[in-house]
């Protein structure tokens, strides 16, 4: 799929974005007359970049907020909504189009109505998390390996997602995570009873409503087989975000 070239700033994560241009990737933009077909430039997890024909892009401004329907993925795929808001518009002289950027303002409620071929176009760095559950409605437990202890240490978890996890520990816990080097987690996900092994390492320690929260990135150069388990664990993310939303 030559049109997934990502664009990425080191330093900038908001320009992470995946060319989005041909067949498989097209955009309409509501507009008080009407849906209008614009031109999808590029996309990431929270934005997106099109143009629009000079005519259709009089009377819109920075600020606007918009219905946008996207078809990416191509034939037999799902069309996509999403409300946005203009954050950028850049007019050309001598152009007959009109460049805009927009940020989606709900952007949880895009994923959940992904199928994964879909999620190709999506920036994972922007990936939401959700709280796992065993198969009885349980948070979902992982077998931490520390180092210094013989057996892993079984905790439960408080978020997951494609990129990463945390925990969330009442103060009194003393379990020790190592600050640097990699840590070994794995856990069954109740979809199929699929085994995840994942290495982890630390990024953050925070007092939250009295309980610290621990989370931890995955590490891909250390991680067995890291794109077909983040794909797992994507999976069964977006199966429990629909859960959750069909719930309340």
């Known amino acids: 799929m030559k ?3 990502r664009l990425q700033s080191p330093d900038q994560r908001a320009a992470y974005r995946v060319e989005a241009t041909g067949e498989d990737a097209k955009l309409w933009v509501g507009l008080s007359t009407g849906p209008a077909e614009a031109q999808l430039e590029d996309i990431s997890a929270r934005g997106c970049g099109f143009t629009l024909p000079r005519e259709a892009a009089e009377g819109l401004a920075v600020g606007n907020e918009l219905v946008l329907r996207l078809l990416v993925g191509g034939a037999g795929m799902p069309q996509l909504f999403v409300r946005a808001i203009l954050r950028n518009r850049i007019d050309q002289e001598d152009a007959d189009a009109t460049r805009f950027g927009a940020e ?3 952007p949880d ?3 959940t109505q992904l199928k994964e071929p879909q999620w190709l176009y999506f920036n994972r760095r922007g ?3 959700v709280p796992p559950a065993d ?3 349980r948070p979902l437990r992982a077998r931490f390996h520390l180092p210094g202890r013989k057996a892993p240490r079984s905790i439960a978890l408080h978020d997951l997602s494609s990129s990463g996890l945390s925990v969330s520990l009442r103060p009194e816990n003393d379990v020790a995570f190592p600050r640097e080097g990699p840590i070994r987690v794995s856990f069954t996900l ?6 995840v ?4 390492r630390f990024v953050h320690s925070t007092m939250i409503e009295g309980r610290r929260r621990v989370g931890f990135r995955i590490d891909p150069e250390r991680t067995k087989d890291v794109e077909v388990q983040s794909e797992t664990i994507l999976r069964y993310v ?3 975000q629909r859960h959750l939303l069909s719930k309340g």
């Not at 109740?190 to 085994?195: C, G, K």
């Not at 092994?197 to 982890?200: C, D, K, R, S, T």
């Open 3 to 5: 049109f997934l070239q």
């Open 104 to 106: 989606f303002l709900d």
């Open 109 to 111: 409620r895009l994923y």
């Open 127 to 129: 990936a939401f998390r």
């Open 135 to 137: 198969d009885r409605g």
């Open 190 to 195: 109740p979809v199929d009873a699929v085994e």
């Open 197 to 200: 092994a994942l290495v982890v």
């Open 238 to 240: 977006l199966d429990r």
